[in-house]
């Protein structure tokens, strides 16, 4: 069965950072693309960077240009968000996706795993 689990989130201040990991289980980390997506209060779920499975391709969504950094550990089985440079509107919900799709559209992914609360403080 696949799992994911996500970790890692906590209170931050603005300006500071957080990795957050992604888990998986019955299923190799590179056997899929692996996409982190996050919620905020009140808002629609959003596809923010992705790591293809086949190769070490990766996309961002434009807000987290620059400040994120998706990698993958194939031996630890995790893939890993490095967050700098946070900003009040990055809090939210994030969680991780596995799927065949490379990309952020949520609803191509496969399987969903528990999200981790990222808040930034101001």
């Known amino acids: 069965e696949v799992q994911l689990q996500a970790s890692g989130g906590g209170l931050v201040q603005a300006g500071g950072s957080l990795r957050l990991s992604c888990e998986g289980s019955?299923?190799?980390?590179?056997?899929?693309?692996i996409m982190w997506f996050r919620q905020a209060p009140g808002e629609e779920r959003e596809g923010i960077s992705c790591?293809?499975?086949?190769?070490?391709?990766?996309y961002y969504e434009d807000s987290v240009k620059g400040r994120f950094t998706i990698s993958r550990d194939v031996a630890k089985n995790q893939v890993y968000l490095q967050m700098n440079s946070l900003k009040p509107e990055d809090t939210g919900v994030y969680f991780c996706?596995?799927?065949?799709?490379?990309?952020?559209?949520?609803?191509?992914?496969?399987?969903w795993g528990q999200g981790t609360q990222v808040t930034v403080s101001s």
């Open positions: 019955g299923f190799h980390i590179d056997d899929y693309a």
């Open positions: 790591i293809g499975g086949v190769d070490n391709s990766t």
């Open positions: 996706a596995a799927g065949q799709y490379f990309g952020l559209v949520l609803d191509r992914y496969d399987y």
